[in-house]
């Protein structure tokens, strides 16, 4: 049965201090759930956050000390002036209530702060469309008696700033004073903590009635603002987008480590590092506007640690995540196949290689690569092939080691994207015709940092894990110091220019097939900085390269690492040695040159064509050689070719072909075959033995 109206002070007055259950101050703030998650740098600075609770929108929660003396001043005006007089229920103002409610037809409440803080803990007493009924009110009543016994006065007033609602799905003080004026809650001044007082008792009441409210409440606080200046401040208030992004945006990362509201996950950004790179890359993507260069990507690994130190997946246009998405590598992958020819023997970084023209025969017809500006040098070394980053001698090397021997090793430094046989590739794969992630390939790059050895990238603190040899170190000491080598590197890009830090560094550039992608990826003694610049919808650039790219965000990002400390060159690791040597003829000046033991020669002679020695060029031994089982058996051919083969006859599997002078013609069969050149008394001069993988079909 209902209490009458005229019952409430009959039923307030028999009040008694039953113990009802409410929690503790600790217990509501440990409980208290940010509708963000954040993500914070490795110093436990807050880069980013990340909305995941939609139903309502909370900011961490905010002590008493951190919010500005002027709102709860204006809240206990507007809500509970007894408030450090009662002990919980206003039982003045509950009776002045009753009569009003009675006889003066005027509706008005009587719940004081502590009330209302205990409907809001307890979703069982707060109000209805229908209001509460007696029941509720004696039970919010004893929860009020309860918490004005266990809690201090203090605590009750905070707790309440930071539960209630204020406007629309704006709940507590943080989000309130961010969401309507962009600020703190230390920072609020008196005109707006009398707007976020006059919003408890309406939050959604219209601007007007919002205004008149809290002009009463500053007449009341003697406060010097007009009305007409704070209906001002709420239209601003109002129209305020709610909670706009200031802070550096780093959403690839929120998104990957964020996943619950009011989580908080220490990464191993910092925050510095990461609103350097933004900004640079912001800044160079500007100047290259009107290149139609729109898009760009910045990584920094920690090389002794793989701890991933900046990662912008954009400029913060978009939400393409630049660092995970797959594009072409262009050149940036030579550096794996030089080290691949090192490490086999099969060149020295003194040994003189062939830029010229060459037609290279394939399933799908004639592949002749060309170099950048479709020029060609001639004979030049190994060092400067790499450095300048010639075309052809890369190709060239890559039919020396193989090509599913250097498919492996781009498998093996982590390039997990090359998920197709390294035929779908064919010798392109020397110029970077396959899809890579700026992630991936930076953290490549940390393996030859680190003498050959692959860990794995990480963006959250770990336990230091033992990295895997994938490289030999001799190989890629030498490669880093031809990396490092401003003299090889000015035949393309000259002396002066962004790759020429004033620190020992070692970088590469790469641009792909109609200038879609510019790259730059290098890396100094702690350090490895990748960048990516171009169109995430794949339009072409305009006459850029990877020097007016990408690099000069790398050297301004590498720069800032090295601001105050510099970095060394590595050290010569076992089995390295160095060797004084002359070309003849004098193709390039005498040097110094690094030569893994063994491999060693003062002299490096070119061989004129009359004078070189018979030689099988393709295929290359122990070469693997794919059927493709989109082409008719009928049309598959491999060419075999061969150097200084006047005179000589092709013998394939002790059957006699044809002449070797020319480019022979073999329609292939599968199984393993020993290919040879045999002179005029069937003695074989030259061999090689190949495989031919497929099915056969006929």
């Known amino acids: 049965m209902k209490l009458r109206t005229g019952s409430l002070m009959v039923a307030l007055a028999l009040a008694s201090a039953a113990a009802y259950a409410v929690p503790t101050f600790d217990q509501v703030r440990a409980a208290y759930r940010s509708s963000d998650a954040e993500l914070l740098d490795r110093h436990g600075e807050v880069i980013q956050s990340l909305r995941i609770d939609m ?6 929660w905010v002590a008493l000390n951190d919010i500005s003396p002027a709102l709860p001043a204006a809240v206990l005006q507007a809500e509970d002036q007894r408030f450090y007089e009662h002990n919980g229920v206003d039982w003045s103002a509950a009776a002045k209530a009753a009569w009003d409610n009675l006889f003066r037809k005027r509706p008005r409440g009587a719940s004081t702060i502590t009330m209302q803080l205990a409907a809001l803990l307890d979703p069982a007493l707060q109000s209805t469309s229908q209001g509460r009924n007696w029941s509720q009110k004696w039970d919010q009543v004893k929860a009020a008696r309860e918490l004005d016994d266990g809690w201090s006065k203090q605590q009750i007033i905070e707790a309440y700033l930071n539960l209630v609602s204020y406007r629309g799905e704006l709940q507590g003080v943080g989000a309130a004073s961010r969401g309507l004026f962009g600020k703190a809650p230390s920072g609020l001044d008196l005109s707006e903590s009398v707007i976020l007082a006059g919003l408890l008792r309406g939050p959604a009441a219209a601007q007007k009635v919002v205004a008149q409210r809290a002009c009463g409440l500053a007449h009341e606080l003697h406060l010097p603002a007009t009305c007409s200046e704070i209906q001002l401040r709420v239209i601003i208030a109002m129209s305020r987008p709610q909670l706009a992004a200031n802070l550096p945006p780093a959403p690839q990362v929120a998104q990957q480590l964020l996943m619950r509201s009011g989580q908080a996950v220490r990464s191993t950004l910092d925050a510095n590092l990461q609103r350097h ?18 898009d760009g990507a910045v990584i920094v690994l920690d090389n002794a640690s793989g701890e991933i130190l900046a990662y912008v997946g954009n400029a913060g246009g978009r939400e393409v995540d630049g660092v995970a998405a797959l594009r072409q590598a262009g050149s940036t992958l030579k550096p794996f196949l030089y080290e691949l020819a090192l490490e086999r023997r099969q060149l020295t970084a003194a040994s003189l290689m062939d830029d010229a023209p060459i037609d290279i025969s394939t399933a799908s017809g004639m592949y002749a690569p060309q170099n950048y500006d479709k020029g060609f040098k001639g004979y030049v070394s190994a060092r400067t092939s790499l450095a300048s980053s010639l075309n052809v001698p890369a190709v060239r090397t890559l039919m020396m080691t193989g090509l599913e021997r250097f498919h492996e090793r781009l498998r093996d430094v982590g390039l997990g994207s090359l998920t197709q046989p390294a035929e779908y590739y064919g010798y392109s794969l020397a110029l970077g015709s396959a899809e890579v992630s700026l992630l991936e ?35 890629s000491f030498i490669v880093s110091d031809i990396l490092a080598d401003r003299a090889a590197r000015s035949l393309t890009f000259g002396l002066k220019n962004e790759l020429a830090t004033t620190f020992w560094a070692a970088v590469k550039t790469g641009t792909s097939k109609d200038m879609r992608d510019n790259w730059c990826v290098g890396y100094s003694d702690r350090y490895t900085v990748g960048v990516w610049v171009g169109n995430f919808d794949g339009q072409s650039m305009w006459d850029v390269s990877g020097v007016s790219g990408a690099a000069p965000v790398w050297r301004d990002v590498m720069d800032y690492l090295h601001r105050s400390q510099g970095s060394r060159a590595p050290k010569a690791p076992a089995g390295v040695v160095r060797q004084q040597i002359t070309y003849h003829p004098a193709v390039e000046a005498s040097r110094n040159e690094w030569f893994i033991a063994g491999t060693e020669s003062p002299l490096i002679a070119l061989v004129q064509d009359g004078q070189r020695g018979p030689k099988i060029l393709y295929p290359g031994d122990a070469s693997i050689i794919a059927l493709d089982p989109d082409i008719p058996d009928a049309t598959q051919r491999v060419f075999f070719q061969a150097q200084a083969g006047q005179g000589l006859s092709w013998q394939l599997d002790g059957e006699p072909l044809g002449q070797a002078s020319v480019s022979y013609s073999w329609r292939p069969t599968p199984g393993a075959h020993q290919l040879a050149l045999i002179d005029a008394n069937a003695k074989p001069v030259a061999t090689t033995s190949f495989q031919v993988r497929g099915t056969d079909r006929q």
């Open 277 to 294: 790179a933004q900004n640079v890359l912001r800044q160079q993507l500007t100047a290259l506007n009107g290149r139609n260069v729109n």
């Open 55 to 60: 139903a309502v929108r909370r900011l961490p």
């Open 441 to 475: 390939l930076t953290n490549a790059y940390r393996t030859l940092a680190n003498g050959g050895l692959y860990g794995e990238a990480t963006l959250l603190p770990r336990a230091a894990a033992a990295p895997r040899r994938v490289l030999d170190a001799r190989a």
